[in-house]
């Protein structure tokens, strides 16, 4: 600890004695200081030891002393020292008193004492504690790195939490609490999610301060990317002295370490991910798993979803300080999926980002949320005048194994084309599967097609000689049964065969044909008035 006016009393060769502010000795020095002006204040910045001899000063005046005294102790001035056998033989009884009532502490200093001892003394002193402290965080880090070789992250947190006295936390890119150290601070750290999250929204490195009831605890983002991969907290009862800091920031550089790849590694597994995902697609799952090896075995062992996601060609560019979509949605799965100790895959494809994730599992309902979040955030857009579109589209297929994962691609191709046309953040293929074809028939092409078709029939119609679109409807409904198609009309059968046949000669197409008739009811749900 640096030296405090205690330690300077207590000091064989300076000689001091107390006159006053006893209380008061164990106030840490910041340095000592000698100055005969009247008023040192604005040369002061706090927690120093001043020396004089009261050279122009009228140390006897009890006013001047209330006055002078009450000034150091505003500006942070921890003591006083009052050299005698120099200007005063004694220091006088003003001064004393003054110092007495401010709980000022005052030293005399005898003649044989030099300030320049007293300054050594001090110097000395800060520089032994500041020894201290650097061996001590060099301490600290051998065994933080000891630790996080060998537990890991937990281990390290474990360590860190032990040399500031304290607790830590670590969070995952999603602002999620990983781990912590001791086990009771996890309740501690999950109140402090909000803040992570508020931390992450800033560029890396990135630290705050949140001062709580029962601690004081700061928070770090770890990563050397725009976006940090994680963050750590630690709670401590007070601020961090020199070798707590040093064992910080120990922990910091080795958790970057820890949770950021490097450069070349993260482009390696990028090209084995794109070759697993062609040897997939090409229908080559054997040489999938032993290009995968132990990477994503396990991923094509079970069950799996596969996601495609694209940002829409009409989408704005995003500003920097907004993230890129594919980066946020990676990052989102990707803690997610470590959470669960579940393997991923990840690839860019083109212009589209590919996702293999383990179906049930954290990734796919990852992918989910992520969408839904897309939706709520355009949907308060739009509330706010803001541009109506979502900044990604996503397709997810039906659960597939490695022989189907090109079905699998072709189904999330699919659910992503239907996603782009009804401007949603995300379609699934099985919903496709379980809905009604419909809801695509709001395409302009498709209605174009029905108009074309339908056209002649509704001009018919408009010259008042036949509903022949209402009787067409009421036909292709009843399956071509006359007697109840007619009953629906309200006309006789051998009417509505008539205007059959009228349809026929008009659109030169044979209701008899099967496809004809399935053109013509999707032209008519097309043209309606609404979708059905």
Do not use: N
Not at 47 to 67: F, N, Q, S, V
Not at 115 to 135: G, M, N
Not at 320 to 348: I, K, N, S, Y
């Amino acid at each position: 600890m640096p030296p405090t006016l205690a330690s300077l009393v207590h000091h064989s060769a300076l000689k001091l004695t107390v006159r006053a502010g006893e209380e008061h000795l164990d106030a840490p020095v910041r340095w000592a200081h000698a100055s005969e002006l009247t008023d040192p204040v604005p040369y002061m910045e706090g927690g120093e030891l001043l020396l004089i001899t009261a050279l122009k000063l009228d140390a006897e005046d009890p006013e001047a002393m209330r006055r002078y005294v009450k000034r150091l102790a505003a500006a942070g001035v921890v003591g006083l020292g009052f050299a005698v056998g120099v200007h005063y033989k004694d220091i006088p009884e003003a001064l004393v008193v003054a110092a007495a009532d401010e709980g000022l502490p005052l030293l005399e200093v005898p003649r044989r004492t030099p300030f320049l001892a007293i300054s050594k003394a001090v110097s000395a002193a800060i520089a032994a504690d500041q020894y201290r402290a650097v061996t001590a965080g060099f301490a600290a880090q051998r065994e933080l790195t000891k630790q996080a070789l060998s537990d890991g992250p937990e281990g390290l947190l474990g360590a860190l939490a032990a040399q500031v006295d304290g607790w830590a936390a670590l969070y995952d890119a999603s602002g999620a609490v990983v781990a912590t150290a001791p086990e009771w601070a996890s309740r501690r750290a999950a109140r402090l999610t909000s803040d992570v999250e508020r931390l992450r929204e800033r560029a890396a490195p990135a630290s705050a301060v949140v001062a709580g009831a029962e601690d004081r605890v700061e928070l770090h983002s770890i990563g050397t990317g725009r976006r940090p991969r994680a963050a750590l907290a630690v709670g401590t009862a007070s601020t961090l002295g020199t070798a707590e800091r040093y064992a910080l920031h120990s922990a910091i550089a080795l958790l970057t370490l820890t949770t950021e790849r490097s450069r070349s590694l993260q482009a390696a597994e990028a090209r084995v991910g794109s070759a697993v995902l062609r040897m997939l697609l090409a229908g080559e799952p054997d040489h999938a798993r032993t290009v995968a090896g132990e990477v994503y075995g396990g991923l094509l062992d079970a069950p799996f979803r596969l996601v495609v996601a694209e940002v829409p060609a009409s989408a704005p560019a995003s500003a920097p300080e907004d993230g890129d979509p594919f980066t946020e949605l990676t990052e989102a799965v990707e803690a997610a999926a470590a959470r669960a100790g579940e393997a991923l895959l990840v690839v860019p494809y083109g212009e589209r980002l590919v996702l293999l994730v383990v179906d049930g599992g954290a990734g796919a309902a990852a992918c989910i949320a992520y969408a839904q979040a897309l939706e709520s955030g355009r949907s308060e857009g739009r509330e706010q005048g803001a541009a109506d579109e979502t900044p990604l589209l996503l397709g997810l297929s039906a659960p597939a194994g490695p022989i189907a994962a090109a079905t699998a691609y072709k189904q999330a191709d699919q659910a992503l084309s239907i996603a782009r046309r009804r401007g949603r953040a995300m379609v699934e293929h099985e919903d496709l599967a379980a809905g009604s074809v419909l809801p695509l028939l709001a395409d302009d092409a498709v209605r174009a097609f029905a108009d074309g078709l339908l056209r002649a029939l509704y001009e018919h119609d408009a010259t008042g000689r036949g509903d022949l679109i209402a009787s067409l409807r009421a036909w292709l409904s009843r399956h071509g049964q006359w007697d109840a198609a007619a009953a629906d009309l309200g006309v006789h059968r051998h009417t509505l065969r008539y205007r059959m046949r009228r349809v026929e000669e008009i659109l030169g197409r044979s209701l008899d044909d099967p496809d004809v008739r399935m053109e013509l009811w999707l032209s008519l749900k097309a043209t309606s008035s609404g979708t059905e």
